[in-house]
């Protein structure tokens, strides 16, 4: 009996796991409950959340967005009537969401409901205007609220770098538009709070972006004060004549000294999609290739670790050492200075041909 137990346990555990799920013994006997006890206590199981379990090489393989989702597909199933909203709503949604919001899950609950959270699970008041329960799109394999509704909620509860890479992705996905997003949050005024913080954290939004990280390190540099700077500015390639080089960012000042910026991550050497069939020495030799073309054209190169952003001291001080230009106006403005570089004049300059 114990070997069939666990023969049935072994086979849900990868049926939950390939929905990209917790596994949820609802329903099962007590001797699969005990089965799962054990596991669990050998090691072999994790419980990530109360009545969820999942194979322990599976989770600990997962990033936080996935887990976060994993969650939220057992608690689909256990509460097929519930609506997810917020940054659990904008994962299902494919946009890219910070590890830092994934901790807890977010319910939507009509004005009936309980609006009393725990540590894991925050629940908000979303009804509709006429009081009905909140609207919802099945994507995913979750219930959730539409993308429109989504991005507004992260933006109202998210701090404004944090939102800048949600709406960054949204835009990007094509998801919303910058205008009818604005039109929508708009009209939410008087009947949600956290209006005008979402519309200033919009006034910012770049779909350029390639990533959520560099959109948030993107706010702080904003946040402290620095000039808003140009995305994913293409360098000519000009030893190889191949495709160009990118940066991920570039700042122009006003004696026409141009400085790159570049946000280094671990992603970008581990990720497969990112490494492009390449092993992980041609992708940092490749990387140390094309930050030294970029000093062919006698600009400022500053490289810097997601984890430097998180310091506004460290930021500031490493931004100030390479003269990044700091910015005349209120954070609100959405107006940059920032110019694309004349690349022709800077090969004139190092004598380029």
Same mark, same amino acid.
């Given at each position: ?5 666990? @023969? ?13 799920? !917790? ?29 969820? &379990? ?24 256990l509460h097929p009537d519930w609506v ?6 904008? %994962? ?7 590890? @830092? %919001?994934?901790?807890?899950?977010? %319910? ?5 409901? !309980? ?60 998801? $919303? ?24 954290? %919009? ?16 706010g702080r540099m904003l946040l402290l ?24 960012? !570039? ?25 492009g069939g390449r092993d992980i020495d041609? $992708? ?19 490289? &810097? ?25 209120? =954070? ?13 004049? =800077? ?7």
């Amino acid at each position: 009996m114990s070997r069939a137990v666990d @023969a049935g346990i072994a086979e849900r555990l990868a049926e939950a796991a390939a929905r990209g799920s !917790c596994y949820v013994p609802e329903g099962q006997g007590d001797d699969v409950r005990r089965a799962l006890v054990r596991r669990v206590a050998r090691g072999d199981v994790v419980s990530p959340a109360r009545g969820m &379990f999942a194979e322990t090489d599976t989770w600990l393989a997962s990033k936080p967005p996935a887990r976060a989702l994993m969650i939220a597909r057992g608690l689909q199933a256990l509460h097929p009537d519930w609506v997810f909203c917020g940054p659990t709503a904008a %994962l299902a949604h494919g946009i890219d969401v910070s590890d @830092a %919001l994934t901790g807890r899950t977010h %319910l939507a609950v009509g004005a009936r409901g !309980c609006a009393s959270g725990t540590p894991s699970l925050a629940r908000h008041r979303l009804s509709s205007s006429d009081g009905e329960d909140p609207a919802f799109e099945q994507v995913a394999g979750l219930r959730v609220t539409p993308p429109d509704q989504t991005v507004f909620d992260c933006l109202r509860w998210s701090d404004f770098a944090h939102g800048l890479g949600v709406i960054d992705s949204a835009l990007r996905l094509g998801l $919303v538009g910058a205008e009818g997003i604005a039109e929508f949050i708009e009209g939410q005024r008087g009947l949600r709070r956290g209006v005008d913080r979402a519309l200033a954290t %919009l006034a910012w939004a770049d779909p350029r972006s390639e990533n959520g990280g560099e959109s948030i390190a993107r706010g702080r540099m904003l946040l402290l004060g620095y000039a808003r700077p140009e995305l994913q500015v293409e360098v000519p390639r000009v030893v190889e004549r191949g495709q160009p080089y990118r940066a991920d960012y !570039c700042w122009v000042r006003t004696d026409g000294a141009v400085i790159l910026g570049e946000l280094d991550g671990r992603v970008k050497y581990v990720e497969e999609e990112l490494m492009g069939g390449r092993d992980i020495d041609d $992708v940092i030799s490749d990387e140390n290739i094309r930050g030294s073309r970029f000093s062919l054209y006698d600009v400022s190169l500053v490289r &810097f670790r997601f984890g430097v952003t998180e310091r506004p001291g460290d930021f500031a001080a490493l931004l100030d050492e390479y003269g990044v230009p700091k910015r005349g106006t209120p =954070l609100a403005l959405p107006d940059g200075v920032c110019v694309t570089p004349d690349w022709d004049r =800077l090969r004139r300059r190092t004598g380029l041909r």
